[in-house]
T-cell receptor, first 119, second 113 residues
Framework: SAVISQKPSRDICQRGTSLTIQCQVD?????MFWYRQQPGQSLTLIAT?????????ESGFVIDKFPISRPNLTFSTLTVSNMSPEDSSIYLC????????????????FGPGTRLTVL | LAKTTQPISMDSYEGQEVNITCSHN???????ITWYQQFPSQGPRFIIQ???TKVTNEVASLFIPADRKSSTLSLPRVSLSDTAVYYC??????????????FGTGTRLQVTL
């Protein structure tokens, strides 16, 4: 398995500002993802973070609002831009397919999440 | 995309076996079935994965009938610490246009004394 850390663990932000969330993995991984989980709800996939290229966004999510970087196989960032109270949520990073490991199918490992509150 | 249907909630007493069934009528040939557990304020944790028949690990068993249109997660002798939300997902990986994992509503399991 992989150990995933996220920074910050939580934050309270003002409307109109931006927050960048970091995701660090202790081993190289092929796939990295960003999810959002609103209070009491299930997880919604925001985008797939692609190394060295633009992220692949799901319907309803756009790059201008959620820019993503993935400079290498162990690190990614998600920025929540021009925040509004509707962006208050938990943001989770997940990874799959550990590089150099046995073939795996769909096993994702999740970070602890970042709890964001926008006032 | 293959979608899943699970009971919204279940209650159990400590020490009982709990079976959570998930329906996935549109599962594709390449899809695997994966279950995750999520505690409050934590990310989901992988429990078990299977393709067909039965899979067992130290935590749970997964039963998948021949038609693969449903699956059942079995938790033996639950304890209070098993109180969590359990998600059933189907998908076949991340290559190109392959189907993606979609989290359904999950099943909220409440274990009491």
């Amino acid at each position: 398995s992989a150990v995933i850390s996220q920074k910050p663990s939580r934050d309270i932000c003002q409307r109109g500002t931006s927050l960048t969330i970091q995701c660090q993995v202790d081993s190289q991984v092929t796939m990295m993802f960003w999810y959002r989980q609103q209070p009491g709800q299930s997880l919604t996939l925001i985008a797939t973070a692609n190394q060295g290229s633009e992220a692949t966004y799901e319907s309803g999510f756009v790059i201008d609002k959620f820019p993503i970087s993935r400079p290498n196989l162990t690190f990614s960032t998600l920025t929540v831009s021009n925040m509004s109270p509707e962006d208050s949520s938990i943001y989770l990073c997940s990874v799959a397919r550990l590089a150099g490991g046995p073939p795996s199918t769909d096993t994702q490992y999740f970070g602890p999440g970042t709890r964001l509150t926008v006032l | 995309l293959a979608k899943t249907t699970q009971p919204i909630s279940m209650d159990s007493y400590e020490g009982q076996e709990v079976n959570i069934t998930c329906s996935h009528n549109n599962i594709a040939t390449n899809d695997y079935i994966t279950w995750y557990q999520q505690f409050p304020s934590q990310g989901p944790r992988f429990i078990i994965q299977g393709y067909k028949t039965k899979v067992t690990n130290e935590v749970a068993s997964l039963f998948i009938p021949a038609d693969r249109k449903s699956s059942t997660l079995s938790l033996p002798r639950v304890s209070l610490s098993d109180t969590a939300v359990y998600y059933c997902l189907v998908g076949d990986g991340w290559g190109g246009t392959a189907s993606k994992l979609t989290f359904g509503t999950g099943t909220r399991l409440q274990v009491t004394l």
